[in-house]
């Protein structure tokens, strides 16, 4: 199972400032401090479970890229990040120039790291998310109970093979089978993202627990994988875009409402992905699309993409230049909403916060909440998590 792209790492890293299922498959929230936001979760505490015979435990696992926690982990991040080949091909001396590439580029990125507050809150954000949403499914779903949090970073820690090898110490696999969901934080699929994640479980899963001496490629007693890997239109989603639209569209005088416009943000992607076919753009604009029905269609909006590097053709228009465009019109009432994204991290801290609204220089230029600890978007995993454990699917529906 191969998924390739072409040089889609986001804008900050260049710019100066197997089961059946994995084979087809700067502010804080609602009150909260970035000290009080990178604080919020704990490490959940490892517990071995024997899951011969039974539908429970089931890990549920969530995917995503990850970024450094501290400036000191930058290094390594990028590292990782350049060397993959599905997100940034550079051909058989990739795995050297990787390396060097993340040497190079690491001073200034952990800059960027240090302006946002010393590090990336996605692990933070990601393992509270994930416990809460077992506490939920524990009571809604008590036949696959207890569920049991893990989190599984493509770049940073814990990685993809940490935390298969935590499944392993839970009790999971060994010969004694077991129930594990790859719920993936990419509400909308794109091969460079998704299909990235999907293919390091993929590989781990085969390195641990792959062939035997007698060659059986799937032998009784594995971890049973199945896959969560798109959920762009999901209601609670889309609620919990919503709320936090009309919580920022609230800030404005009554009588200005209904003109704020409405950019909503997602990474960008090479024009070559999307010509290949990659569905990322279509799921991004139906996500759009249904949350400004839920908001009636009451204000003007656009969707706009951000993270553009180098000089091949990208989807447009960059986010950027539709905020200082709209500015010099005199529309100066604008709240940037991250749609692709299920927590604050660098693309939202640094670049929407730091670079965009200081740029546009615009007291009217504002920006959602991210999802982070919203109570309707943890329901929302929750909700979609149970669908998936009760239709017994292997991987989400086209």
């Known amino acids: 199972m191969a998924f390739r792209s072409q040089l889609v790492a986001p804008r900050w890293l260049w710019s100066n400032a197997a089961t059946p299922a994995l084979r087809s498959a700067s502010r804080g929230y609602m009150g909260y401090s970035r000290e009080q936001r990178c ?66 580029r690491t001073p200034k990125i952990q800059k960027q790291y240090a302006d946002i507050g010393g590090g990336s809150p996605i692990r933070k954000w990601s393992e509270y998310q994930c416990e ?31 935390m298969y090898n935590q ?8 010969g004694k089978g077991g129930r594990a969901v790859a719920f993936t934080q990419y509400p909308q699929y794109s091969c460079s993202t998704t299909g990235s994640s999907l293919n390091e479980l993929w590989k781990w899963r085969t390195r641990l627990e792959g062939k035997r001496s007698n060659g059986e490629v799937d032998p009784t007693g594995t971890i049973q994988w199945s896959v969560i890997d798109r ?49 990322y753009p279509a799921e991004v604009a139906a996500t759009v699309h249904a949350v400004m029905q839920r908001l009636k269609f009451k204000n003007p909006y656009r969707l706009c993409w951000q993270s553009q590097v180098g000089p091949s053709a990208w989807l447009g228009a960059q986010t950027q230049d539709t905020v200082m465009e709209y500015v010099k019109r005199g529309q100066s009432d604008l709240i940037l909403v991250p749609i692709a994204f299920t927590s604050d991290h660098i693309e939202t801290l640094y670049e929407l916060d730091l670079e965009v609204m200081e740029e546009a220089n615009s007291p009217g230029v504002k920006r959602a909440e991210s999802l982070n600890g919203n109570p309707t978007f943890i329901q929302a995993l929750a909700d979609v998590a149970h669908a998936h454990l009760q239709k017994g699917e292997l991987c989400s529906p086209r």
């Open 39 to 104: 604080g919020l979760a704990t490490a959940v505490p490892p517990v071995t479970q024997d899951v011969t015979g039974s539908k429970g435990p089931t890990a549920m696992v969530f995917m995503n890229m990850g970024g450094p926690s501290t400036t000191d982990q930058v290094e390594d991040f990028l590292s990782r990040l350049f060397s993959d080949g599905d997100l940034i091909p550079l051909g058989r001396l990739q795995s050297y120039i990787g390396p060097l590439l993340a040497r190079r």
């Open 231 to 279: 959920w762009p239109t999901h209601s609670g989603l889309v609620e919990a875009f919503a709320q936090n639209i009309e919580a920022q569209l609230k800030t404005y005088p009554e009588d200005k409402r209904d003109q704020v416009v409405l950019l909503f943000s997602a990474h960008s992607l090479p024009m070559s992905v999307v010509n290949r076919g990659d569905p």
């Open 132 to 162: 809460e949403m077992c506490k939920i499914l524990d009571k809604i779903s008590p036949e696959t109970a207890p569920h049991k949090p893990y989190v599984a970073f493509r770049y940073a820690a814990p990685l993809t093979e940490t």
């Open 167 to 174: 499944l392993l110490e839970d009790g999971f696999g060994n």
